[in-house]
């Protein structure tokens, strides 16, 4: 299945669980660019289940609008569990939702290290007052692994939700 078509189908089931079990969603963002928050707003209705959606993708903008710690940042970076951890905290409490899934990585081509490779992408995802923290280094091109970490996400939205 190409990727483009398997998002929109894994939004829309994630759509129709979100606004099936009543909870609200919320993404914050860096690498994909909105992407995530894209597909789930692509589809019709989606406004029973999201408000609003954060991209951020500067640090300045992770701590203004998520209050993301600047002790974290330079600590750890901006592509870190411990980053994603509070992005996704931050989100959900501005959005005053109870699903939150925040995404930092690295895309390249350029920006990666021998610690953080180009394709290292961290996701955070909070439901409730739990977060919990997945990794993924994705290959191939800056747009396929855009690409490649929304898939990801939307699936593991679907699975937590699920279980």
Not at 17 to 39: F, N, P
Not at 45 to 68: H, M, P
Not at 107 to 134: C, E, H, N, R, Y
Request: charge should be negative; glycine fraction near 10%; aromatic fraction near 6%.
């Amino acid at each position: 299945m190409e990727l483009q078509q398997e998002i929109s189908q894994l939004a829309a089931e994630l759509g129709a669980i979100l606004a099936d079990k009543g909870i609200w969603i919320t993404t914050a963002e860096s690498c994909t660019g909105g992407g995530i928050s894209y597909a789930l707003t692509d589809t019709a209705g989606s406004s029973r289940y999201i408000d609003r959606c954060f991209v951020t993708y500067s640090n300045e903008a992770k701590q203004a609008l998520l209050g993301v710690s600047a002790a974290t940042l330079t600590s750890f970076g901006a592509v870190s569990e411990q980053t994603v951890i509070e992005m996704a905290q931050g989100a959900a409490l501005a959005a005053n939702a109870e699903l939150a899934i925040s995404v930092s990585g690295i895309a390249g081509p350029s920006g990666g290290s021998t610690d953080k490779p180009v394709g290292t992408v961290w996701f955070g995802i909070q439901l409730g007052a739990k977060t919990q923290t997945l990794k993924c280094i994705f290959s191939g091109s800056r747009a396929e692994i855009r690409v490649q970490a929304i898939v990801f996400a939307l699936k593991n939205l679907i699975e937590i939700i699920k279980s």
